[in-house]
C-alpha cells in the first residue's frame, strides 16, 4: 500500500496526487516510460490499455490508447514536454503532436520523483488545467480515485521489476 | 522590401506568414533571439518593445512587453518549445513559465527559416489556434498586416547586422 502525503497545489487549477511508493524512482520511472510496463497499471482495472505509443523525449508525441470493459477504446494522444530520467516527467493533451493544437487543451501533467529513503519514492503527480470548469471536471471525473488506484497499481508493478 | 510566397496553412486553425527576406538565416535567427535587436522590430511601429526577456532553450520562458504611442504596457509572457539554431523556433503563449498553465491558450507559433539562395531566406512563420473563434479573431486583429509589417521591419534591421 501506498502512502499518502500532504502536498498543496502550486498553481491556481491545479490536483495533485501525492504519495509515498514502496519502490525506488528508477523503477517508477522505467513504470512510466517502458510501454508494455505502462500498460500494466496505468489505468485502474478494469479497464486496460489497447495501446501504448511513447516517444520519451521533450517533443516526443504519447499516444495511449484506454478500453473499458466492454471493448470500447479511447484514445489520448499528447507531447512530452519535458524529462529528466529518474526525476520527472511533463506531458500535455494540448497538443497532438509537435506542435499540432488538440482539439480541446484539458490539462499538463507534471510528475516528479525524490528519493524517500529506505527505496522508497516521493511520488507527486500535479494536473494543472487552464480553467476552473476544467480542474472541477477533472475532481469530478474522480481524479483522487483514479490516480490513487492507478499508484497502488504502479507500486505493485514496480515491486515486480 | 520582403517577397511574398505562397505557403497554405497545414493545421486546422493556422495563419500563415511567408516571405523572402533579404537577410541570411544567421542573422535573422539573431534578431528573433537577441532581446535589444528584438527590441528593433517585433511590433509594428510606432508601437514599440519597452522590454524583452528571452530565455531561449526548450522550455525556457519569454516575456515581451509591448507598449502603445499613449504609453500603455502589454506584457506577453510565453514559453520556448523547441529551438534549433539558424532554422526553427517554436514558442506558445499557453503557458507563462514552464509549466504554468497561462489563463488563455491563444496560439502557438512556429517559425522556420531555410536558406532561399543569394544570402536570402525563405521565412515561414505560423500561428496555430486551438480554435476556430481564436484563428478568426486573430486574422481580424490584422495578423496578416501586422506580421508583414513585422518583417519588413525585421529585413531592414537584419540589414544591419
Given amino acids: 500500500m501506498t502512502e499518502t502525503i500532504d ?8 490536483l495533485v496526487l ?3 511508493i ?19 497499471w496505468f489505468v485502474p482495472k478494469p479497464w486496460t490499455i489497447a495501446r501504448a505509443e511513447l516517444d520519451v523525449r521533450p517533443g516526443g508525441k504519447s499516444l495511449i490508447v484506454m478500453r473499458d470493459p466492454e471493448g470500447n477504446e479511447y484514445p489520448n494522444p499528447g507531447v512530452f514536454l519535458d524529462v529528466v530520467e529518474n526525476k520527472k516527467i511533463v506531458t500535455t493533451d494540448a497538443y497532438t503532436d509537435a506542435w499540432t493544437p488538440a482539439a480541446k487543451p484539458f490539462m499538463t501533467m507534471i510528475l516528479t520523483l525524490e528519493d ?6 516521493r511520488y507527486i503527480a500535479r494536473a494543472l488545467h487552464w480553467s476552473a470548469e476544467d ?3 477533472h475532481e469530478k471525473m474522480g481524479f483522487h480515485e ?3 488506484q492507478c499508484a497502488e497499481q504502479l507500486e505493485e508493478v514496480a515491486a515486480r521489476l
Same sequence: chains 1, 2.
Avoid at 524517500?116 to 519514492?121: I, Y
Wanted: charged share 35%; proline share 7%.
Fill in 7 to 14: 502536498v498543496k497545489p502550486e498553481t491556481e487549477h491545479e
Fill in 18 to 20: 501525492a504519495r509515498i
Fill in 22 to 40: 514502496a519502490a525506488p524512482r528508477e523503477k517508477i520511472f522505467r513504470a512510466w516510460t517502458d510501454p508494455e510496463i505502462l500498460k500494466q
Fill in 116 to 121: 524517500a529513503g529506505e527505496g522508497k519514492t
Fill in 135 to 137: 480542474v472541477a471536471a
Fill in 146 to 148: 483514479g490516480w490513487g
